[in-house]
């Protein structure tokens, strides 16, 4: 056989190989379609602690809790507040914790609620925060 001819075995054969790796690849490209949607965020960005203080008549620490309410639509949120001396937890100790629902939070409205915690030791100042949330949409 002559050299030309092998140069176009060669040539017809990389053209093939070239076919047996990048069809496959495109097919998945092809078959992929567009990306899906992002999923939602957590709802604990949502949520945020704006006051924590000590009602004078019986020494419990209540927190303010505002939720701004999400764009896909209305609904409800339960927040878990944690109530501590410092904010950095102590992994030994257990902080108290209480439970705030806000049913029928709008898309883009701001409410809030209050937290009640627990009997405060009187030489000490609390500090309260966001320990969970959770979003249930209205049906």
Avoid: N
């Amino acid at each position: 056989m002559s050299a030309l001819k092998w140069q176009g075995w060669a040539v017809g054969l990389t053209v093939v190989a070239g076919l047996l790796v990048f069809a496959p690849l495109g097919l998945y490209v092809w078959a992929s379609g567009e990306p899906g949607a992002a999923p939602p965020r957590p709802a604990v960005e949502d949520v945020r602690v704006t006051g924590c203080r000590i009602d004078p008549g019986s020494r419990r620490v209540v927190a303010t809790v505002e939720v701004s309410g999400r764009p896909e639509g209305t609904g409800a949120y339960v927040v878990t507040v944690e109530f501590r001396e410092t904010a950095d937890p102590d992994p030994a100790a257990r902080p108290a914790q209480a439970l705030v629902r806000l049913p029928g939070v709008a898309p883009s409205a701001t409410e809030r609620a209050e937290a009640l915690g627990p009997l405060w030791p009187p030489a000490t100042t609390p500090w309260c925060g966001v320990a969970g949330a959770d979003f249930t949409p209205s049906g």
